[in-house]
C-alpha cells in the first residue's frame, strides 16, 4: 500500500511538473498560429531569443530592409543544459527584404543567420554582407538543414571569408552549409551571389556555391550561381554541391565555376539580355524570377511584376529565327537580314521586312507573342518614287 501511495504521489507530481512547464518544453511553441513582424535589429533580435528559448514554431515576416550591423545573432542554438537543440521550425516570409550584416567572428565556427533549422520555411529572403572568420562552417543563409526543409525565392549575396591557413579550410557554402542526417532539403528558384575566399591552403580549400555537405536528400530547382570564389580544385569544391547519391540538380544554371562545374554554364550576355529571366520563369503565370533590363546585370528571384520579362519571337518562314525581350510596356530592337538570314545573307542584295500586324519598333510589348516576318529580297534596288 505504501509502495502505491507512493507511485500515486509521484505520477501526480509528475503531471503537475508537466501541467507548469513551459508549453515549449512540452514539445510547442505556445505559439503555433503566432505570425510576428520584424522591422528592426531589435526585433530580429527577439525573435531570434525567442527562437532559442524554445519557441521554435513562431512564423516571422520581415516588413522592411533591417541592417543588423555587427552583433551576431543567429535563429536557432544548441543547448548547453540539456544537450538538446532549438531548431528553428516555423515559416519566415522575407517579403522580398533584405537581412544585412556585417559578421566578424575571429575564431568561431558555424555562423549563418539561421543556424539550425527543421521542417522549416524560408522564402523571399535576401541575405547580404559580410561574414569573416579563422574558423569553419560558414553560410550566407543556413548551417544546417534538417526534416523536411524548404527554402524557395531566396537570395544569398554574402561575401565570406574563413579558413586559417594550411589544411584549415572554411568548409563554406552560399546557400545551405549542411544538410543533416535523414533531412529532405528543397531549394527552389533561388540565387546566390556574394563570394568565397577560403584562406587555407591552395590544394585544401573547401566551399560550394549552394550545398556543402549532404547527409540526407537535397534537390537545386531552377538555381542560379553567379558568385565569385577563390576555388582552385574540383576534388574538394562543387559550383552548386555536394553530389552523388542524395543530390538533385533540375535547371541550374552557374556564370562562374566553383570547383567542380554542375548544370549549365551561361553568359553575362545571356543573364544580362532577359533570356535567362525568362528561361528561368518559364510559362507560369505567378511572378518567380524577374530583372529590369539595362540595369540588373541578372535576373533573380521576385515577386515585383514590374520586373517580368517578355519574350518576342521573330517567325520567319515557319522557324523562330530571332528573339528579343523586353519589360511590360517597353519596346525591342527589330531584328535585321542578316538576323533572319545568317549565313545566306548577300550584303550586296536588298531586303524588305514586312512585319506581321503592324509591329514595329515601336510597338509595347505587355505579354510573350510571336511575330511573323516576310522578307523580300532584291539583287538591286528600285526606286520609283522621291521618297525611295
Given at each position: 500500500m505504501k509502495q502505491q501511495n507512493i507511485i500515486q504521489r509521484l505520477s501526480l507530481f509528475l503531471l503537475a511538473l508537466v501541467l507548469t512547464m513551459p508549453t515549449w518544453a512540452q514539445g510547442g511553441s505556445g505559439n503555433e498560429s503566432e505570425t510576428i513582424t520584424i522591422a528592426s535589429k531589435e526585433d530580429w533580435k527577439a525573435f531570434c531569443q525567442r527562437v532559442n528559448s524554445g519557441q521554435t514554431t513562431l512564423n516571422a515576416k520581415l516588413t522592411k530592409d533591417v541592417d543588423l550591423g555587427e552583433e551576431i545573432v543567429m535563429a536557432g542554438t544548441a543547448d548547453p543544459s540539456y544537450y538538446n537543440f532549438f531548431y528553428y521550425t516555423g515559416t519566415f516570409d522575407g517579403q522580398g527584404h533584405t537581412l544585412k550584416f556585417n559578421w566578424n567572428a575571429g575564431k568561431d565556427d558555424r555562423i549563418a543567420p539561421f543556424k539550425y533549422v527543421k521542417d522549416a520555411t524560408i522564402k523571399n529572403l535576401r541575405t547580404q554582407g559580410k561574414i569573416t572568420k579563422k574558423g569553419y562552417g560558414l553560410s550566407g543563409m543556413v548551417y544546417i538543414a534538417l526534416g523536411t526543409t524548404t527554402l524557395t525565392g531566396c537570395i544569398s549575396d554574402v561575401d565570406i571569408t574563413g579558413g586559417d591557413g594550411g589544411w584549415n579550410d572554411s568548409q563554406a557554402a552560399g546557400m545551405v552549409q549542411a544538410v543533416g542526417y535523414q533531412a529532405s532539403v528543397h531549394i527552389t528558384d533561388c540565387l546566390v551571389k556574394g563570394s568565397i575566399t577560403d584562406n587555407a591552403d591552395e590544394s585544401e580549400r573547401y566551399m560550394a556555391g549552394f550545398v556543402f555537405s549532404n547527409s540526407g536528400t537535397y534537390t537545386l530547382t531552377r538555381c542560379l550561381y553567379v558568385g565569385k570564389n577563390n576555388a582552385t580544385n574540383d576534388k574538394y569544391s562543387k559550383t552548386f554541391g555536394k553530389d552523388g547519391y542524395g543530390a538533385t540538380?533540375?535547371?541550374?544554371?552557374?556564370?562562374?565555376?566553383?570547383?567542380?562545374?554542375?548544370?549549365?554554364?551561361?553568359?553575362?550576355?545571356?543573364?544580362?539580355?532577359?533570356?535567362?529571366?525568362?528561361?528561368?520563369?518559364?510559362?507560369?503565370?505567378?511572378?518567380?524570377?524577374?530583372?529590369?533590363?539595362?540595369?540588373?546585370?541578372?535576373?533573380?528571384?521576385?515577386?515585383?511584376?514590374?520586373?517580368?520579362?517578355?519574350?518576342?519571337?521573330?517567325?520567319?518562314?515557319?522557324?523562330?529565327?530571332?528573339?528579343?525581350?523586353?519589360?511590360?510596356?517597353?519596346?525591342?530592337?527589330?531584328?535585321?537580314?542578316?538576323?533572319?538570314?545568317?549565313?545566306?545573307?548577300?550584303?550586296?542584295?536588298?531586303?524588305?521586312i514586312a512585319f506581321a500586324d503592324g509591329f514595329n519598333a515601336s510597338t509595347t510589348v505587355n505579354a510573350d507573342r510571336k511575330v511573323d516576318i516576310t522578307l523580300a529580297e532584291k539583287d538591286c534596288y528600285e526606286i520609283a518614287s522621291k521618297a525611295d
Open positions: 540538380f533540375t535547371d541550374c544554371y552557374y556564370l562562374n565555376t566553383c570547383g567542380k562545374a554542375q548544370g549549365k554554364q551561361v553568359t553575362a550576355e545571356r543573364l544580362k539580355s532577359g533570356e535567362m529571366a525568362k528561361l528561368l520563369q518559364g510559362d507560369r503565370t505567378e511572378n518567380v524570377w524577374g530583372q529590369t533590363l539595362g540595369t540588373d546585370n541578372e535576373p533573380l528571384p521576385t515577386t515585383d511584376a514590374t520586373k517580368r520579362v517578355y519574350e518576342v519571337k521573330f517567325v520567319y518562314n515557319g522557324e523562330v529565327k530571332a528573339t528579343r525581350y523586353a519589360n511590360s510596356g517597353k519596346t525591342v530592337e527589330l531584328p535585321t537580314a542578316q538576323d533572319l538570314l545568317g549565313t545566306g545573307y548577300n550584303p550586296h542584295h536588298y531586303y524588305a
